[in-house]
DNA sequence: CGATCGCTTGAGCTATCTCAACCGGCGTGG
DNA sequence: CCACGCCGGTTGAGATAGCTCAAGCGATCG
């Protein structure tokens, strides 16, 4: 049952699980519709806007930058229930693209209807101030790792936090859940070359932490894993609050 | 003269500039007093939760996480208009420790006005979401700056970006703003040694580029810092929302 | 069957790190 | 008023994590 602040009805849960009844009651009120996209589509372009934002409901994707040198720093990877296009919502332009990696299905909303939606719906309003300041939080994280770690480290710490949000989401069946990247996006993601990426995966591999093969994750050594990752083993789950 | 989106009151204007007088006016009716700290102080403690938020007026500061490890990661600087503690007013904690570099002055709000606010402003509270995902791009940036860029352009950025920030609040006289960091902060933000970023630092004041002792920063030759800072010399500035 | 894509592995190179020493300025205490 | 310690900055030297280049492999696809 939510657990409500004394003046902010923040309602809290577990981050990236899946949808409640009453969420998705909610969002059919403002949806325009669904959408269901092709590997390889790109629903956000950096320095556009769209007149669409959507929310993730199956499928995966990811979110980069691109640079005038022809690198891509890749800054988040899409799950389901994650929010796309607050920032072309709010702000002029995405500062990001986004990609579906695998076919995706989308809850489609209208750009128009953000405003009414803080005039009508000031909780609403809060929680996406609250998505943001999550996302905040995670572009945080991932700053720090990729300013402070060593490949090791890096990679491990992506591994766990993958399985994290797969275990939140009912995705990790038998220690296994499915990644559908390439290592080149993991690369990316983590400011490594793909040749060192791959040579920490495969060492994570050897010591028998973790396998990453064929699309499909599977952690074998989770203390090990979090030792290596820097992280503490029992971490409790983000939240989000409902939307 | 303020642009209006179509459905959305967005007022724009020049990021980090002082602030207007209806800014002021605005403020007054939520901040509940003003603060003035010395150098050293901590503003909010990352992990904690404070029932104040701040607004900076005049001085400078540091937004950083600390590693078990001793490391830290600084995440930002705090100059004067920035906002500090939206985190912990929406989400339960910080997510990062503020300190102030400088003695500063602060404006300082109740967090459990937050609420009313968007009960009562929606307009503002759509600002604090547009302040939000601001930070969001900035930390996209810093990501990608770490995650992709060699030594001697990562500090060009910073450099080229202190500079920005600096003109934009008046605070460039001749070339020359205060900047009152260490050398080690701009190393920990941009993930380098002290070693390290020193040698780049001497390096661009050899090449005639830019100098920064004793606390100020001075830009010598623009068009080559935004060269080797790989960022166009015609960009134009951020804009943010009154608030 | 050839072409492409993602993954894997080896070898040599270098940007960056660590260690260590030194310097000047400043505040403090004798 | 001097001596000392501390802090921030500077510089050199050697070590290494991670990069680039290059080749090869299996799977998939047309």
Redesign the pocket.
Known sequence: MPVQCRNCPIRKRPLFAPMSESEVDFMEGFKTGELEVDPGTTLMLEGSNSPQLYTALEGMGIRYKSFASGERQVIGFVLPGDFIGLQAGVMDAMQHSVEATTKMRLCVFDRKRLWSLFQDHPERAYDLTWISAVEEHFLGESLSVVGQ??????VARAIAQFHDRGNALGMVEGKRMPLP?????L?DAL????????????RL?AEGIAE??N?WLKVLDSARLCETAQLPADREPMTRPLI
């Open positions: 770690m060593s490949g090791i480290e890096r990247f390439r290592q080149q996006d690369a400011g490594l070359s793909l040749v060192h990426t791959n040579k920490m995966l495969r591999c990453w093969k699309g």
